[in-house]
């Protein structure tokens, strides 16, 4: 049975830092890209940060690259998303996502999410 465990959410107040883990089981880990995407209420799931299989390349949103970084243990089959200098347009439901491409389609994998609100 495939999970996507997330952890790690919660209230922290602006400039503060979270960290995420998304703890995955049930597929082979270090075959799928994983990447993380968020949803605030009234807007449309955006994808905040992207790493590679073995963890060697990177992409986020531009919004907030230079305050997250994405790393990954396949040992532990474990993702996590660092997120620092959190600013209050940073709240959202966090998601994390597996994929891998299948014969030419995307295999994708969700967690339940994991809240992070940004707050005074």
């Known amino acids: 049975q495939v999970r996507l465990v997330e952890s790690g959410g919660g209230l922290v107040p602006p400039g503060g830092s979270l960290r995420l883990s998304c703890a995955a089981s049930?597929?082979?880990?270090?075959?799928?890209?994983m990447r993380w995407h968020r949803q605030a209420p009234g807007k449309e799931r955006e994808l905040v940060a992207h790493?590679?299989?073995?963890?060697?390349?990177?992409n986020f949103l531009d919004s907030v690259k230079g305050r997250f970084t994405c790393s990954r243990d396949n040992a532990k089959n474990t993702v996590f998303l660092q997120m620092n200098s959190l600013k209050p347009e940073d709240t959202a439901i966090y998601y994390c996502?597996?994929?891998?491409?299948?014969?030419?389609?995307?295999?994708?994998?969700w967690g339940q999410g994991t809240q992070v609100t940004v707050s005074s």
């Open positions: 049930g597929f082979t880990f270090s075959n799928y890209a």
């Open positions: 790493i590679s299989t073995t963890g060697s390349s990177t």
């Open positions: 996502n597996a994929r891998t491409d299948r014969s030419g389609s995307y295999v994708d994998y």
